[in-house]
C-alpha cells in the first residue's frame, strides 16, 4: 500500500499545485478529471519516478554527485513528460476533453508537451527525490493501511461517479 499512498499523496499535491497556479493565472478552472483532489498525472508521473529512483541510486551511489543530480535531472524530465503525453491523451480518448493544451507555447510537441514544462518537471522531479520524498517515505511507512483501504474505495467511488457523468 506504500506505493498507492504515493500516488494519492503526489496526486494531491498535484491539485493543489496546479489550483495555485489557476488562482495565480486567473483562470477560472478545475485541476483534474475527478471530482475529488487529485489530479492523477501528478501521482503516475512522480511514482514512476520513486520507482525508478529506487532501481537507479544503488547503481548510482558511488558515482559523482554532481553527474548522479543530472544523470537523475535528465530521465525525470525525459518520464514525467512522457506521463503527461499519454495522460493528455489517455483523458482525450476516454473524455474527449482536453485537460491542457501548450500548442501555444514555443517548442511544443503537439498538444499535451513542450519544452518548458518539460524542464520543469525534470526540475520538481528532481528536488522531489532529495527533498520531500525521503521524509514522506517515512511518514507514510508509518500509516495505518486501514486508511488506504478508505482512500481506495472514496476514489473508486469518485471513478465510477466520474467515468457515469463525464463519459
Request: proline share 2%.
Amino acid at each position: 500500500m506504500l506505493y498507492f499512498n504515493y500516488l494519492v499523496i503526489y496526486s494531491i499535491f498535484g491539485f493543489l499545485l496546479e489550483s495555485e497556479v489557476y488562482k495565480i493565472g486567473n483562470m477560472n478552472t478545475h485541476s483534474g478529471i475527478l471530482y475529488g483532489p487529485y489530479t492523477f498525472v501528478y501521482g503516475f508521473g512522480v511514482l514512476a519516478s520513486i520507482l525508478i529512483y529506487e532501481k537507479l541510486d544503488k547503481y548510482l551511489k558511488k558515482k559523482n554527485k554532481y553527474l548522479k543530480l543530472l544523470i537523475y535531472f535528465l530521465i525525470f524530465t525525459f518520464i514525467l513528460t512522457l506521463i503527461e503525453y499519454l495522460g493528455g491523451n489517455i483523458l482525450n480518448y476516454i473524455f474527449h476533453v482536453d485537460m491542457w493544451n501548450y500548442s501555444y507555447k514555443k517548442y511544443h510537441f503537439g498538444k499535451y508537451i513542450c519544452l518548458s514544462n518539460a524542464i520543469i518537471w525534470g526540475i520538481l522531479g528532481t528536488l522531489n527525490i532529495y527533498f520531500i520524498y525521503p521524509k514522506l517515505k517515512k511518514v507514510l511507512k508509518k500509516n495505518p493501511s486501514i486508511y488506504s483501504y478508505i482512500t481506495l474505495v472514496i476514489i473508486l467511488i469518485d471513478t465510477l461517479i466520474t467515468l457515469v457523468n463525464k463519459s
